[in-house]
């Protein structure tokens, strides 16, 4: 998958210094990654630089979840 693929599961696209991102909701990660995740404690991005679908629980560092 690649960045466009994420902006048309209706992600949003976040640039900021050398960061770019398209973050999406818990429905769209689940139905890509086959989970139960929900919006309230996680947050779910697709990071370009990386190539990485990723996930951050609570705030914390986000972890990846699937490499492309």
Do not use: H
Request: proline share 1%; glycine share 6%.
């Amino acid at each position: 998958m690649n960045k466009q693929d994420f902006l048309n599961l209706g992600g949003k696209e976040w640039i900021k210094n050398d960061m770019e991102r398209v973050y999406i909701k818990a429905d769209a990660f689940n139905s890509i990654k086959g989970s139960m995740f929900s919006d309230s404690n996680n947050t779910f991005f697709f990071d370009c630089k990386m190539n990485a679908l990723m996930r951050s629980y609570k705030g914390k560092k986000p972890q990846v979840e699937i490499q492309y």
